[in-house]
């Protein structure tokens, strides 16, 4: 793990959230997309030596809405920036570590991602977040 890449937040609606994030904690919107694969509408905020990503729901069918339908708004991941996603998810599995996907998924600013099931993580869900060469690429 090369550090903590940012913190994933659900949000049920980032029109709301973004005022408090932005005017009350002085945070810097980086930017705003959909990735419709995740079911979800992102925002990125600069916190200085890590990012926080507000996460919205797009429909009531993805991980954050059934997140949010089960918990309610708040912490939903810690992401670590990795290198060859892949050869870090085999060294997890030889270790123990249950994923919730064989292969890297699609993320934000077109990062390869994959999660760590909270089982196998004393009930933290923990994302490989892997930019390969698109370091500032992303958001």
Do not use: W
Not at 48 to 59: A, Q, T
Not at 85 to 95: A, N
Not at 104 to 124: C, I, T
């Amino acid at each position: 793990m090369k550090k903590v890449d940012h913190i994933g937040i659900a949000v049920k609606d980032l029109t709301k959230a973004l005022p408090y994030y932005i005017d009350t904690l002085g945070l810097t919107l980086l930017g705003i997309e959909e990735v419709e694969n995740q079911k979800v509408k992102v925002a990125f905020l600069d916190a200085g030596n890590v990012k926080l990503e507000l996460l919205e729901p797009i429909g009531e069918d993805g991980a954050i809405a059934k997140f949010i339908e089960k918990r309610g708004e708040g912490i939903h991941h810690i992401a670590f920036g990795v290198t060859d996603i892949r050869s870090r998810m085999l060294e997890l599995k030889e270790k123990g570590v249950n994923l919730l996907q064989d292969e890297p998924n699609l993320g934000a600013g077109g990062a390869e991602v994959a999660f760590m099931h909270p089982k196998s993580s004393f009930g933290v869900l923990y994302e490989l977040c892997d930019k390969g060469d698109k370091e500032n690429g992303h958001l």
